[in-house]
């Protein structure tokens, strides 16, 4: 059964006139031949599921307000179609819908009024603004006086007040003081947990893994990637095929582990590995099973306690990890495995020499099925023996 979607892109695309003195006349006379002309968006198609959060990564320039604005219905694309499903709330930057010299109250009261809500409700909602964004008596000062920080509380409390099936989110979870950011993340949370959905658009990467299963990266206008959260941030850091650095010349896997692509809370989970070290070292391994959680990020579910030798002489190894009734709850899990070794020069640091994790893009992934509430108390043990 297809899964329900709340908001469809379909080959969107939106071009703007650049105008300057000596063409402005052309546009005034609604002829825009041969006038230049700048490609924003170029054939965008996407998808945003019912219950999730879609991130768009991108830096400056890369169409990323541009394609929120197309969505929430501020302009209207050259070509391609959108659709959305259910009501819409907004939040483009950190920019004032409205005259600058309304008071935080009069913006509140303005922006859900163009919502439709009624004025029984705005008087609750208004109140749960000026709450949330504690500004206290600055609220009912005008938003001209605002700094970048009690704008961002004001915009940002104003927009979420309400429980709208779409949130459209430009940049807001990256701007404001922590505790400010800790409360918009509680919120979302709270609102994902209701079913609703959106886009978050940022050149923030954690905010995109915190929050977001799937993302897209833009550049100049175009998507240059798709796939899961962690690895659109790993392709917008680094690019297509960087990697994380690795010390080489000491020691790699020689092949991808073996490992069930399921298992069941509470039965023995067994990973091998085969290590070839090349040169003396003190070679370990340490491993960490991680799972997103949207509006929290990658939590660590397990981790081995310190490193795990693997050898110190040359040589083939296999590496077993053995997790006695595994302990955690059902759901979607990546497996982070790496070999490392001392740091020569600090002695509490260790330098990694090759490895999968969710970052790098390789993570290995780990699907634990069942029923809620099945995980168990946290039991690890290790075993590495030589080949």
Known sequence: MPQAVAVTCQGVSKSFVLIDGGSSWRLLFASRKDLPVFDALQNISFDVPKGQFVGILGRNGAGKSTLLRVVGGV????????????????????????????????????????????????EIMIADIHDFSELDDRFDDPVLTYSAGMGARLFFST?????????????????????????CWRRLRDRVANGASGILVTHDWAAITKLCESAYVL??????????????????????????????????????????????????????????????????????????????????????????????QPGRYEVEVVIPKLPVEPGQYQISLHLVMPDPEIASRRIALDGYSWLNGNGLPLEVTGEPGQGLSLVTSWNVERA
């Open 219 to 312: 550049e100049k206008g175009t998507v240059i990637y798709s796939g899961p959260a962690e690895k659109a941030a790993r392709h917008y850091l680094y690019g297509e095929n960087a990697m994380e650095e690795y010390h080489e010349g000491v020691a790699h896997f020689i092949d991808t582990p073996d490992f069930p692509a399921q298992i069941v809370p509470g039965d023995d989970f067994l990973l091998k590995g085969k290590v070839e070290i090349t040169s003396c070292s003190d070679v370990g391994v340490v491993m960490v099973l991680e799972r997103l959680q949207p509006g929290f990020g990658w939590e660590t579910a397990l981790m081995s306690r310190g490193v795990t030798p693997v050898g110190t």
């Open 159 to 183: 927009a979420t007040a309400g429980h709208y099936d779409v949130y459209l989110l430009d940049e807001i979870l990256s701007v404001g003081d922590t505790h400010f950011q800790s409360k």
């Open 75 to 122: 302009y209207s694309s050259d070509q391609g179609v959108v659709k959305v499903s259910g009501a819409l709330s907004g939040l483009y930057e950190l920019g004032l819908v409205g005259h600058p010299e309304l008071t935080g109250r009069q913006y509140a009261e303005r922006l859900l009024t163009v919502h439709g809500f009624s004025a029984a409700e705005r």
